[in-house]
Each structure stands twice: as structure tokens, then as C-alpha cells.
């Protein structure tokens, strides 16, 4: 990824940057290296402006939003989410296909500040968005709604954890079956 982006300014060309910095940012993210995921989407968000690309504004916006939850910021991640909403309204055809940063935010969004069913339908929702389509991101993403979820919906925390699980499993995704197993194997949770 680093050599990508290399190659990306070796050429002068910021649109070559945008996939790795993207990639960048969602792996420190994955690793919960919460800093350097910040610095990778904010680089993202800058070039993506430079070079007129909306898409990934609002991918990074919603990365710097979920990067700012994960830190305990809600202000922050609430700033984040009214920043790709505006992008959303000001560029509705540009981004209309892309909406899917934005639902898992505002899912995480809704899980941090108690809206548990408002958060369950957004959840719900995304994996909807995602079906039939890369099996890796629709566990990403149950996995993201179980560690959100479980201290209200510890039950439904699980099921999802398990999908995800079996779907890691298939994959060879060691790292993130790690993450499933953590949360089968946590006690309680509030009903």
C-alpha cells in the first residue's frame, strides 16, 4: 500500500492515492490503531478534496467519524456525520450508490447514544446493502454491529458474531475471527 502511494506521487497523481490511503486508514482502523487511522483518513480526505472526488469525502468523513466514536469523541463523530451528510445533499447523484459508510456510522451512532432499535434497523439496513456482495465486508460489518450492540442485545450480538465467525473461517481471515470469538466469548450484557 505504502508503494502505491509512492507510485501515486511519483506520477502527480493524487486519484492513484485515494484506493491505498483508503485501505490505510481502514486498516489501522481494523487494528484499532485509532491514531494513525485518524491521520490515513484525514490524508484521504484532503486529496479527495484537492482532486474533486465526493465519494471518498464521504468515505473519509465517516472514517473519521467512527475513528472519533471509537475514541469516546460523540461530538466529534456527530461533527463527522453532519459533514458527509452535507456532502450527501450537495452531491446526491455523485454519491447516491455510495451510502454505505454513512448507514454503518450513523448504526454506530445510534447504538453509542441508546437508540438500540433505531440502531438494529440502520444495522440491518447496511447488511441489506451489502448482501451478495463481498462476504468479508457483510462480517466486517456484523461484527461491527455485535461489539456495538451487545451490552443492550447481547443475544443479537452473538448470532451476528457467530455469522461473522463462520463466514472468517471460510475466508482465512485470522484477525477478524479473532474479534467474532471475543464477543462469543463475553459474559452479560443489559436487557
Not at 487511522?37 to 464521504?58: D, F, M, P, S
Amino acid at each position: 500500500l505504502l508503494e502505491a502511494l509512492r507510485i501515486g506521487e511519483r506520477l502527480s497523481s493524487p486519484a492513484c492515492m485515494l484506493t491505498p490511503l483508503f485501505n490505510l486508514a481502514e486498516l489501522h482502523q481494523d487494528r484499532g490503531e485509532w491514531e494513525a487511522a485518524e491521520a490515513w483518513w484525514r490524508e484521504l480526505l484532503a486529496k479527495a478534496q484537492a482532486t474533486g472526488y465526493v465519494i471518498e469525502q464521504l468515505e473519509a468523513q465517516c472514517g473519521i467519524g467512527m475513528v472519533r466514536l471509537e475514541q469516546g469523541d460523540l461530538e466529534g463523530a456527530l461533527a463527522a456525520e453532519r459533514a458527509a451528510r452535507a456532502i450527501l445533499a450537495a452531491e446526491e447523484d455523485a454519491v447516491s450508490e455510495s451510502r454505505v459508510p454513512l448507514t454503518q456510522l450513523s448504526a454506530r451512532l445510534a447504538a453509542a447514544t441508546g437508540e438500540v432499535e433505531g440502531a438494529r434497523t440502520l444495522f440491518e439496513q447496511l447488511f441489506g446493502e451489502v448482501e451478495g456482495q463481498d462476504p468479508y465486508v457483510l462480517a466486517r460489518f456484523r461484527v461491527d454491529a455485535a461489539e456495538a450492540l451487545f451490552g443492550r442485545e447481547p443475544e443479537y450480538a452473538r448470532e451476528l458474531a457467530a455469522r461473522a465467525l463462520e463466514t472468517f473461517r471460510e475466508l482465512g481471515a485470522g484477525p477478524m475471527a479473532t474479534r467474532a470469538e471475543a464477543i462469543l466469548e463475553r459474559e452479560g450484557g443489559r436487557e
